[in-house]
Structure formats: C-alpha cells, structure tokens
C-alpha cells in the first residue's frame, strides 16, 4: 500500500474511493506515568511516552491500511494525523486519508 501526503501520486492516474481512517487510544501504566512526572521536574524528552506516540500512530496507520485495503485501494493520499488528549497519561491518534485506485 502506497502512503502519501500529497494530493497525487506522480505518474499515476487516480480514482478517488473514499475517506479512510484509523485510531487509537493509548496509556502508559501508573509506575511509568509516575516516573515521567518525576521526569518533568528536570526536563529533558520523556522517552515512555514518545515510545507510546510512536505505538500509537504505527497501530492507526495500520487501522487506515486495513480499512483501505477492505475498499480495494492501491494507496491513500492526503495523509494526515491528529492527536488529542482523552484524559491524563492518555493520548488518541487518528490517522486519516484518502483512499485511491490506480486507474
């Protein structure tokens, strides 16, 4: 499955079937939620919950992949992501596009 960002894939002739999207709601267990606050306090990147970001969009990629794959699209385009915080130590991701056959 081809991902871009763009409106178009060069050299390639689309057919537009549809919005495509995945998501996920991920948190980090008390002790490592505890452990970043501390973290807070001397600065610096709180690796837990990049590595939490990092699980969450690859699961939402795969979501929109999925549910592309069930449209019968050879790639999305216009990829996008957004996040939101649902409450503390909790984060969603979705990741959305356009999916496309080439034509």
Known sequence: MILVNTETISGREICHLGLVR?????????GSDISQSFKTLVGGELKAYTQM????REIATQRMMEDAQRMGADAIVAVRYATSAVM???A????????????
């Open 53 to 56: 970001m990092d699980q969450a």
């Open 92 to 103: 969603e991701v979705m990741a959305y596009g356009t999916a496309v056959k080439f034509a």
């Open 22 to 30: 995945g998501s996920t709601i991920q948190s980090k267990h008390l």
């Open 88 to 90: 503390a130590g909790a």
